[in-house]
T-cell receptor, first 110, second 112 residues
């Protein structure tokens, strides 16, 4: 039972354009959401998070949007840079554990 | 500042062999976790610990055991390795439960 889903295994975006990564969840008990970025042969690193009481959080080029009624969150990267090429995992928290999505491999095309 | 260190980084086991993966953190975090990453499956929680001397089962605990004898260390054991345990294993720690994980760089385990 996959409670956190990332339906796009991969995404290619031109450098300088916007990258939009999507994540859907089914458990209404999730109250905190996070995005992690992972390079090959490294562990995931924290990127940005959002509480369920907010609908938007911004940090530099990265913005996360949360639509609770649709149980959907998205990560926007503007402008996309070559160093953004990585696997992105969304994660959702019940305050007891984090549940991760399956990941989306983002490739930025120069 | 090392953060979370996992040893070994790579290992090949034969079916039926046993091994222990070590995770060490130097951030004085209370919470520690073991995940496995498989293609198309994301990161799945194996076991976790909410403090020294405690352990709890995650989503996929079968075939694994853990121990947290010291606050800074979290050990993951495979008693009798099976090919289905071929995976990349990540350890993580956090100061607050289910928030702000710091991950190690992973252990790639192959069981033949």
């Amino acid at each position: 039972d996959q409670q956190v889903k990332q339906n796009s295994p991969s995404l290619s975006v031109q450098e300088g354009r916007i990258s939009i990564l999507n994540c859907d969840y089914t458990n209404s008990m999730f109250d905190y959401f996070l995005w992690y970025k992972k390079y090959p042969a490294e562990g995931p690193t924290f990127l940005i998070s959002i509480s369920s009481i907010k609908d938007k959080n911004e940090d530099g080029r990265f913005t996360v949007f949360l639509n609770k009624s649709a149980k959907h969150l998205s990560l926007h990267i503007v402008p996309s840079q070559p160093g953004d090429s990585a696997v992105y995992f969304c994660a959702a928290s019940t305050r007891e554990k984090l549940t991760f999505g399956t990941g989306t491999r983002l490739t930025i095309i120069p | 500042n090392a953060g979370v260190t996992q040893t070994p980084k790579f290992r090949v086991l034969k079916t039926g062999q046993s091994m222990t993966l070590l995770c060490a953190q130097d951030m004085n975090h209370e919470y520690m976790y073991w995940y496995r990453q498989d293609p198309g499956m994301g990161l799945r929680l194996i076991h976790y610990s909410v403090g020294e001397g405690t352990t709890a089962k995650g989503e996929v605990p079968d075939g694994y055991n853990v121990s947290r004898l010291k606050k800074q260390n979290f050990l993951l054991g495979l008693e009798s390795a099976a090919p289905s345990q071929t995976s990349v294993y990540f350890c993580a720690s956090s100061y607050k439960q289910a928030y702000g994980y710091t991950f190690g760089s992973g252990t790639r385990l192959t069981v033949v």
